[in-house]
């Protein structure tokens, strides 16, 4: 059974950078594509971009001047970063298998806040 | 961007009734790309539905999934006392891939 878990701070200041990572178990990072989605209070699921392990990647244009994201296969991991963070980007960031849809599993999501 | 409703916003039923939850596009989709999800407070989203009528592994016969072009429904038989939930749709065929508001589906 595959399973994805978030992790990184709950907190993080406005104009510093972001960073979350998402562990995979269960099954290979490799080969397969991984999608970071988030959800802003009050508002709808966003999705922010994917990976895969070939080191390809593709970002939502409303987000791509600010998103890396990365794949350690080592690790078993990939990452998220996004920098110049601002109150709107306060929100439950999930990770989960897929590129651009159909995404299965997901993570449990963690939430993030940007606050002085 | 395409912009995805949901309608209703709640759907209060009883267990063993059926219900029929309703997402319509924007824009033309195709229905290749449309999916169903299903998430509980506390929980992570999970897959029922891709391609509009496909299920998802382990995802029980109850739920069904159908439409095309701007309509797509998603129909539960007979709701189990799980099935309580918030149900979101999404289009993945106009990049990027959006999401609609979900539909609670109450007691």
């Known amino acids: 059974q595959v399973q994805l878990q978030e992790s990184g701070p709950g907190l993080v200041k406005p104009s510093e950078t972001l960073s979350l990572i998402c562990t995979v178990s269960g099954d290979s990072i490799s080969g397969h594509y991984w999608s970071w989605i988030r959800r802003p209070p009050g508002k709808r699921l966003e999705w922010i971009g994917y990976t895969h392990s070939s080191g390809s990647t593709d970002y939502n244009p409303s987000l791509k001047s600010r998103v890396t994201m990365s794949v350690d296969t080592s690790r078993n991991q990939f990452s998220l970063n996004l920098n110049s963070v601002t109150a709107a980007d306060t929100a439950v960031y999930y990770c989960?298998?897929?590129?651009?849809?159909?995404?299965?599993?997901w993570g449990q999501g963690s939430l993030v806040t940007v606050s002085s | 961007e395409i912009v995805l409703t949901q309608s209703p916003g709640t759907l209060s039923l009883s267990p063993g009734e059926r219900a029929t939850l309703s997402c319509r596009t924007s824009?033309?989709?195709?229905?290749?790309?449309f999916a169903w999800y299903q998430q509980k407070p506390g929980q992570a989203p999970r897959l029922l539905i891709y391609?509009?009528?496909s299920r998802a592994t382990g995802i029980p016969d109850r739920f069904s999934g159908s439409g095309s072009g701007t309509d797509f429904t998603l129909t539960i038989s007979r709701l189990e006392p799980e099935d309580f939930a918030v149900y979101y749709c999404?289009?993945?065929?106009?990049?990027?891939?959006?999401f609609g508001p979900g539909t609670k589906v109450d007691i």
């Open positions: 989960a298998r897929g590129s651009t849809g159909a995404y299965g599993p």
């Open positions: 999404q289009q993945y065929g106009s990049l990027p891939g959006t």
């Open positions: 391609g509009a009528s």
């Open positions: 824009q033309s989709v195709s229905s290749r790309f």
